[in-house]
């Protein structure tokens, strides 16, 4: 081969948009093969080697309700790794509220319900699941995205793939939403005086210079500032130097629209020097 294959696994939780990230990935230029048996996985990629197409990125949607996918996804893995296989294991997800809609608006019963209540099904196969996430190279939560959204997403994340070093997305949420399921690190920033409550400001996003400038203009923003990008400072090298590609930094304040907002975009300039790949993402800025 000229270059080693790229193989991304999307799996997850039924209604968490697999068949969409396919999609997604078929336009992105990836070779998508939905629904393949775990123990068929090994033999479609000797299919791949042996053949003269010249396709160097495949994507494998695999349905993890199927109960062999769940006592051999493991040895498949490895097998592929073995074999010189770049492999991306993502793991799908959303909030119990978010896939019950998705359930009722599609009238679909849920595949792990077995006679009962959506959410029973939630939860069996959430816990079904738990050591495939576990073993997964990302986790993503869907509960919030477009479908431009998700594809912006997926980008980023074969961007990352693609360059073998360390990309550092920075999010920016509010806790009364919920933190995000895929963060690395998270820091909370309530502590510092809200916006919200000064009344020319509570219209405005921490985009907003007056905004960034009623929150970075006090000292213990600064100072807190300077502990995180401190820690950043000592910690992302050790990161690198483990392998790791991909790191997610939560900020977050009570709603997500000012104070955090502020926090990520004032990391990401403090980033940007660093020879780190930054990605930035306002998760709940439009709530």
């Known amino acids: 081969m000229s270059e080693p294959l790229l193989a991304v696994v999307v799996t997850g939780l039924s209604g968490s948009g697999k068949s969409t990230a396919l999609r997604v990935l078929e336009d992105l230029g990836f070779y998508c093969v939905d629904n393949l048996p775990v123990a068929l996985v090994p033999r479609f990629i ?12 495949v994507a494998l949607g695999i349905d993890a309700r199927e109960r062999r996918f769940l006592e051999g996804f493991q040895t498949a893995f490895d097998e592929l790794r073995r074999a010189g296989v770049r492999l991306e294991v ?9 896939l019950v809609r998705r359930f009722s608006e599609t009238r679909r019963p849920h595949p792990a319900a077995v006679g009962g209540a959506v959410e029973d099904g939630i ?9 495939v996430r576990e073993v997964a190279d990302r986790i993503v939560d869907t509960s919030a995205f477009t479908v431009h959204e998700l594809r912006a997403a997926f980008r980023d994340m074969l961007a990352r793939a693609d360059a073998r070093d360390l990309t550092v997305s920075l999010v920016s949420f509010g806790y009364k939403y919920g933190l995000p399921t895929d963060a690395d ?5 309530r502590f510092l005086p809200n916006p919200f409550f000064v009344d020319e400001l509570r219209p405005k996003t921490g985009l907003d210079q007056p905004v960034a400038d009623w929150v970075l203009g006090r000292d213990d923003a600064q100072e807190y500032l300077r502990h995180v990008t401190d820690l950043l400072a000592f910690s992302l090298p050790h990161y690198r130097r483990e392998g790791k ?12 629209r000012h104070r955090s907002v502020v926090l990520v975009e004032e990391l990401r300039r403090r980033l940007a020097g ?13 709530r």
């Open 46 to 57: 000797e299919l791949w080697e042996a053949s003269r197409e010249e396709v160097h990125r």
């Open 90 to 98: 993502i793991y799908l997800e959303a909030s119990d509220e978010v």
């Open 123 to 131: 939860r069996r196969e959430r816990e079904a699941l738990r050591e």
């Open 185 to 189: 690190l998270a820091f909370d920033c």
């Open 245 to 256: 590609s991909y790191l997610t930094i939560a900020v977050g304040c009570t709603g997500g």
């Open 274 to 286: 660093t020879g780190v790949r930054v990605l930035v993402r306002h998760r709940d800025i439009d």
